[in-house]
C-alpha cells in the first residue's frame, strides 16, 4: 500500500512557473513507476509525465514537452513536477499516482493515486 499526498499547487501567472511535490509512505516507492496527470473542468484526467525506477527515463505529453520536468528523490520517498512556462490551458488538478509498471502514460496501469492539487493559471 502506498499513500501519496501533493502539494504546491496554487494560482500563477501565464508565462511563470510553479512546483509540484508528492510525497508517499509505504512500501517500496523506488520500485513503482511515478506519474503525474491532471484532469481540466469538464475534461477527462490525461498524462502529463511520468519516470521509472530509478529516474533513468522520463515521459512527457507533448503538451508539456518541453517546459515541464518530473524527478524523484527515492532517499525522500518523493516525485516532483517543475512546470515553467505555464499557460492557462495548464489549469487542472494534478495528481501523482504509483504503477507497478506496465503503459506509464494509461492511467489504468497505476494502482494509488493522491487527492490531487489545484493550479490556476491566470492570463
Known amino acids: 500500500q502506498v499513500q501519496l499526498v501533493e502539494s504546491g499547487g496554487g494560482l500563477v501567472q501565464a508565462g511563470g512557473s510553479l512546483s509540484l511535490s508528492c510525497a508517499a509512505s509505504g512500501h517500496s516507492f523506488s520500485s513503482y513507476v511515478m506519474g503525474w496527470f491532471r484532469q481540466a473542468p469538464g475534461k477527462e484526467r490525461a498524462f502529463v509525465a511520468a519516470?521509472?525506477?530509478?529516474?533513468?527515463?522520463?515521459y512527457y505529453a507533448d503538451s508539456v514537452k518541453g517546459r515541464f520536468t518530473i524527478s524523484r528523490d527515492n532517499a525522500k520517498n518523493t516525485v516532483y513536477l517543475q512546470m515553467d512556462r505555464v499557460n492557462v490551458e495548464d489549469t487542472a488538478v494534478y495528481s501523482c499516482a504509483a504503477s507497478p509498471g506496465g503503459i506509464y502514460w494509461d492511467s489504468r496501469t497505476y494502482a494509488y493515486w493522491g487527492q490531487g492539487t489545484q493550479v490556476t493559471v491566470s492570463s
Open positions: 519516470m521509472n525506477y530509478n529516474g533513468g527515463r522520463t
